[in-house]
């Protein structure tokens, strides 16, 4: 009634009150929409981890925001993550399989890597927990278990495919290590001075997990918990890590261990996420529970 009564002060015309209300109605609808943007920004995913430097010296590991939709069966991803590694095997391969989760189309993983006999278990990096991602440059992240079977005894493809392809009886498969962006308090980012750094304590925890899932003695290493001591030494050459990890040794039942690893860059100084490679010269598991005996499983020495 309010704005009706003005309108009828400024003798308007019927034609331009009824344009006034519908400017401002829009008006209206735009600030709505505005902020349901603010508040609901439209990203569909997230990308890799990244590393930054923030105004205060010391690194953090953070996702960023990215706006791709993968489809479920997208060609050769042109970059490998934080955690995944790409490698030719040869047939036979060795592994046995299972499903993330049980009768759906969840992806694959490693449940076992047979020790004799196997090309991924010479290969030195195949590891159970290990997730199938791609088969020679087909997506398998949302495939069922006999599609990812039927793809590992399939032929390769007769034509290249962005320079990529496996030979006859090889096939090529991208892995990831399944542990997800790993987490490093502000305190233990504090001892850490680049994204280099900080970089290489997450490729040591990543392949200490790799080892000690390929040694098979404290059961299946399930998830890394957190990481609670970072040091680099060397010129950025030298990385310690504590972090503590739970594990299983019947599926059912948990412990947890409190893990400790030193590893060498291998490679390029100046080397950062899935490019920045390891080698662990010293790796010691501390049970917490039970008898709370030490495994050295990787001495320095050897």
Known sequence: ???????????????????????????????????????????????????QIKSDGWPTLQPTASVVQPSTFQRHRTSLSIGEYCIDLERPLGMILEEQEEGGASGVMVKEVVIEGGSA??????????????????????????????????????????????????????????????????NVL????????????????????REIRRDGRLGELRNVEVVIGAGVQENGQRGMARFFAIFSTDGVTTYSCNISATGIRQGDTNSGGSEC??????????????????????????
């Open 1 to 51: 009634p309010l704005i009706l009564y003005i309108l009828l002060q400024w003798s308007l015309t019927a034609s331009q009150m009824v344009n006034m209300i519908i400017h401002f109605l829009l008006l209206l609808l735009l600030l709505e929409g505005v902020s349901t943007f603010v508040l609901s920004p439209r990203f569909s995913t997230e990308s890799i981890v990244v590393s």
């Open 121 to 186: 278990w010479t290969s030195g990096i195949v590891a159970p927990g290990d997730v199938l991602l791609e088969i020679d440059q087909v997506d398998v992240t949302k495939a069922d278990f006999d599609t990812v079977m039927d793809l590992l005894a399939s032929p390769p493809p007769t034509t290249p495919q962005e320079g990529i392809m496996s030979s006859g009886n090889s096939v090529k498969i991208t892995f990831g290590d399944g542990l997800g962006q790993l987490d490093m308090p502000k």
């Open 190 to 209: 504090k001892q850490l001075k680049t994204s280099n750094d900080a970089f290489l304590i997450d490729a040591v925890v990543r392949q200490a997990v």
């Open 277 to 302: 490679k390891v080698k662990i010269v010293s790796l010691s598991c501390a049970k917490d529970e039970g008898l709370g005996r030490t495994y050295d499983l990787i001495s320095e020495a050897q």
